[in-house]
């Protein structure tokens, strides 16, 4: 009689979660043909509902041994996940291995290896796990309004703070009002496939030119060559390029003499917006104002447009919470994370933390040069895990190989 002590409501849910996992173990042998990806997503799904049973389940099971009955066995959520996860083959089990990992992996020789082994992989889009991060980044940081400043977001008599150094101000007049565009140039843009583009030494020999040309708006990093013999691997369609200012003090002598080489250099870029950081540091505005002026002054095709400090001030704190506790996030990701809320699909060309390449072989830093990085309050390695882990998933695609000659 003691098999009988389960209640109505114990017998019900435990009939209805196996059922679940019957069900789990009768479409497997379809589910292990399909994507990896959507294997994931299915994991999720089936995880989700059935932590919600198990939940109820525990409740119930709770009250009813508080007045003297044992229970009955279920099939929970966590013996089903492990049974799930010990199914997973292949493709399948190194995507979700890279995307449930919190931990970097300890050298660079195990990263490398683990990498070469989901090259293997074919990527896929999925539009789920997409959409629900381009929508925790637009809750937090609104590119398509605030990324840019504009007259519409930063009237006469704004007090900016920069973000780099809180403790600065600088009170918004006229004149400088007049500078900014009226309202954001992506306002109502939603952009098909993107491509962001580092500069990473991988990108060398890759023959990736014509595959990035091909995309729908192209952002790149720092004022970077694209010219030559360059074109081949990294193309030439910019829609969109950063200036680190100190480039152009390095450069150009903090613009103070000669100019006109400056404008010269930027004529490779056509008509891309020139985006610089001027209210990150107080050193940086008088410089971003002269590359304006300059650019204007030789009526380059180029307009000059300045990250919102505020929105830079968020997109550290969306990342913080998610482990990238640095001072500074690299312009990189600051860039992927802006392509994440403007295009539909986003692919990630040169970024790449390592000092060898998949094959193991010594690369360059850059692919234009080897001058090393000085001491950096970024960290790539663990930028470069999180995107990763975003590829793994679905949500964007990093390309860590040579691309197709003649893509179609």
Known sequence: MAAFRCTWKIRLLSFAICFLLYAMFMTLDETLISSPIDQLSKLKI???????????????????????????????YSQVQDFWQKKLTGCAKIYYDIASSSVQWQTEEEAIKHITELQKCQWSKQESAAEEFRSQLKRCCNAVDDCLVTQKNTPVGTELTYDAEPKKKLKITQPIFTIFPKESFFSSRQYKRCAVIGNGGILANSSCGAEIDQADFVFRCNLPPIDGAFSQDVGTKTNLVTANPSIIAERY??????????????????????????????????????????????????KVVFFNPTYLKHLTEFWSARGIQVKRLSTGLIIASLAVELCEEVWIYGFWPFAKNIEGKVMSHHYFDNQLPKPSVHSMPTEFHHLLKMHSKGILKLKMTECQKNPK
């Open 253 to 302: 002598s903090e613009l103070h003499d000669r100019r006109r080489p400056f404008f010269t250099n930027l004529i490779v870029y056509n008509d891309a917006l020139l985006l610089l950081p001027a209210f990150s540091y107080t050193t940086n505005t008088g410089l971003s104002f002269r590359a304006l002026y300059t650019l204007q002054d030789f009526q380059a095709k180029q």
């Open 46 to 76: 089936l995880g989700s509902r059935l932590q919600m049973n198990d939940t109820e389940v525990k409740k119930i099971n709770d009250s009813e041994k508080k007045s003297g009955d044992k229970g009955c066995d279920t099939c929970t």
